[in-house]
């Protein structure tokens, strides 16, 4: 194992970006599982596509469709404008969005700039995001407000990333008596707080520990979908770090079981199912399965380098696909769509 220079936080943000533009990061053989449901067709739905309301409230605010746009980047000058383009459609159709981890921002002030987006996006809801193994490294509740503070968020997402931060040579890898901290930033922070995987899920064991510390929610992220080990892999410094990231490729609990889980864990908090979705009829199947919102980061990563007027199209389309599904169910509600039979089969 050779000597390696650790990165900055900034010039590591940079390197994920290309590599989740320009690599293929997916899972090569594990799925997420949802291309094995099917929702039950219902040809005399008795409904007019006119009438189908996607909407929710959620954590006060309410949202014209379940749709999150997952927390991607920040950090560098290049997320500032992929930011930016987010936000702005995300608040023009009442969607939600999380930003990508903050400790960048924390830790060099003159990088808050790349998070702060209520100037395009008033009315958002929007997560700030932290890293909860941060805690076993002089983070708290004081940082955490900070990192709400600087972008005026409505909650805060602890994500949790055991497997990418071993993988790193840079990692922090102390995930140890992370519980009781999460705990106490949830009596303290003052807004709800999202666990969140990052794309290899949650058990059920987890779900229930996660939820019984306070969090509000949870963000399954299955595996299935972007596969952060590669991510990894593709910016190993050295054969070392590429030979040990490459053994976790397939590694995870994918999206549907994952969200399963969440269900199980702790049916009294919303679960928001991630990983892997990309069409309006994946989201259908995750909120059939029990799921609040369903969140989606590649799709919406590609458009927002492009422009604000491409991200405008993927919304447009996971919407409209969204609202034919409901249709297509008899479902005229999120609550209807809940209630659809799911058809399983291999390749449903």
């Known amino acids: 194992m050779s000597d390696v220079t650790p990165p900055t936080t900034e010039s590591r943000k940079v390197d994920h970006i290309k590599i989740n533009l320009e690599r293929d990061v997916q899972f090569p053989r594990l799925t997420t599982g949802l291309e094995n449901l099917r929702l039950l067709h219902n040809a005399v739905p008795e409904l007019d596509l006119a009438d189908v309301d996607p909407s929710l409230t959620l954590f006060g605010k309410r949202l014209s469709a379940p749709i999150l746009v997952s927390s991607m980047t920040g950090g560098t000058g290049m997320a500032s404008t992929i930011n930016r383009n987010l936000a702005a459609v995300a608040d023009r159709h009442g969607l939600a969005m999380g930003v990508g981890s903050q400790r960048a921002a924390v830790e060099d002030p003159a990088l808050a ?6 100037p395009v996006a008033p009315n958002l809801l929007l997560f700030a995001n932290i890293g909860a193994v941060q805690f076993n490294y002089g983070y708290g509740v004081d940082l955490c407000r900070r990192a709400v503070d600087m972008i005026e968020a409505d909650a805060l997402i602890l994500h949790f990333n055991v497997l990418q931060e071993a993988v790193q040579p840079e990692g922090d890898t102390n995930f140890s008596g992370l519980l009781d901290k999460v705990a106490e930033v949830v009596s303290h922070i003052g807004v709800p707080v999202i666990a969140k995987e990052v794309g290899w899920g949650f058990s059920e064991q987890n779900v229930r520990d996660l939820a019984s510390a306070g969090v509000a929610a949870i963000d399954v992220a299955g595996a299935g979908g972007t596969s952060w080990s590669q991510v990894e892999r593709f910016r190993a410094p050295s054969r070392y770090h590429e030979d040990v990231a490459s ?9 549907v079981e994952a969200l399963k889980y969440a269900r199980l864990g702790a049916p009294q908090i919303p679960a928001f199912a991630s990983g892997g979705l990309r069409t309006g009829v994946d989201i259908a199947k995750c909120i059939a399965l029990g799921a609040s919102l369903g969140g989606i980061a590649g799709q919406f990563l590609r458009a927002a380098t492009d422009s604000e007027d491409a991200v405008e199209h993927v919304v ?3 919407t409209a696909q969204l ?4 249709q297509c169910t008899g479902s005229r509600t999120l609550d209807d769509l809940r209630r659809v039979p799911l058809i399983e089969g291999a390749h449903a």
């Open 113 to 118: 700039e790349s998070y702060k987006i209520r």
């Open 316 to 318: 447009s389309v996971l």
């Open 323 to 326: 609202r034919i599904a409901m």
């Open 247 to 255: 053994a976790f490729e397939d590694w995870g609990i994918t999206t």
